[in-house]
C-alpha cells in the first residue's frame, strides 16, 4: 500500500501518522469544545498519534501483528498524563501485502478501529466506493466504545483507502470523491497529490455558503 497524507490545518485540532513499513494509518480530530475551558485539544490529538506510533514499534519489536485496537488502547493509556483533552480516532492496517502493495494474486484484508466521527471509505477503479465506515459521533477516545471492523480478503490492487476526520466526510459527498478518484492517473499521481485534491475540494465546499454537503443535508432534514 502506497501511503501520502495532507492536512489542511484550521484550529490544529486533526492530527495523523503514517508507519509505512507496517501498512498503517492513523487520524485523529481533537473535540474542539476544549477550547472554551482553555484546553488545546491538538496537542492530546498529536500526542495520541505519537503514542500510537510508539505503541506500533512496540508491537513489531515483540513480533505482534499489528492490531489496531490494541495500537489505540496501549495509545490512549500513555497519552492518560494529559489531564483534559479527548478525540476521535481511525487507525487501520493492511495484511497479507509484499514488498509494499497487493499481491496480485491475492486480496487483502483491512483492519480498522473506528471511534467518533472520523472515518474510511474504499474506492475502486471505475466504480463507486465498495465500503464505507462513519462513527456515531461519540466524541471520546477511549478504545472500549471504538469500532473494531475486518474487511477480509476484499482489498485489491488499485483499491484506494481515504481515511480522513469529519472535515471531510461533512463537506464532501462519497460520489464526489468517486468522481476525484475516476479522473485520475493511477500510474503517475502519487498518494499524497490525490490526498492534497481531495483536502482542497473539501476546503473549497466549506467556504461555500449555497453549496450542498452531507452536513447541511443532515441539517435540513433535523
Not at 59 to 74: A, D, F, R, T, Y
Not at 134 to 151: F, T, V, Y
Not at 153 to 168: C, N
Not at 170 to 187: A, L, Q, S, T
Request: charged content about 30%.
Amino acid at each position: 500500500m502506497d501511503l501520502g497524507a495532507y492536512y489542511l490545518p484550521k484550529k490544529g485540532e486533526d492530527a495523523h501518522f503514517i508507519f509505512a513499513e507496517e501498512q498503517t494509518i492513523g487520524v485523529v480530530d481533537g473535540v474542539g469544545s476544549w477550547a472554551s475551558k482553555g484546553v488545546d485539544a491538538g496537542e492530546y490529538s498529536r500526542e495520541l498519534m505519537r503514542n500510537s506510533e510508539k505503541a506500533i514499534h512496540n508491537h513489531q519489536k515483540s513480533g505482534q501483528e499489528i492490531n489496531p485496537i490494541k495500537v489505540l488502547e496501549e495509545a490512549y493509556i500513555n497519552t492518560k498524563h494529559i489531564k483534559l483533552g479527548s478525540s476521535t480516532a481511525c487507525i487501520m492496517t493492511l495484511k497479507n501485502t509484499k514488498h509494499g502493495s497487493v499481491r496480485s494474486s491475492a486480496k487483502a484484508t483491512l483492519h480498522v478501529a473506528n471511534i467518533g466521527d472520523s472515518g474510511f471509505m474504499v474506492f475502486r477503479k471505475n466504480h463507486n466506493s465498495s465500503y464505507e465506515l462513519r462513527g456515531n459521533g461519540k466524541r471520546s477516545d477511549d478504545p472500549d466504545l471504538a469500532d473494531e471492523i475486518e474487511i477480509i480478503d476484499l482489498i485489491e490492487a488499485e483499491d484506494v483507502i481515504v481515511v480522513a476526520t469529519d472535515g471531510l466526510f461533512d463537506n464532501v459527498f462519497p460520489y464526489e470523491i468517486g468522481y476525484i478518484m475516476n479522473h485520475r492517473d493511477f500510474k503517475t499521481e502519487k498518494p499524497e497529490e490525490l490526498a492534497e485534491r481531495i483536502g482542497r475540494f473539501a476546503a473549497y465546499k466549506s467556504k461555500d455558503k449555497h453549496c450542498d454537503s452531507p452536513f447541511a443535508s443532515v441539517a435540513y432534514k433535523s
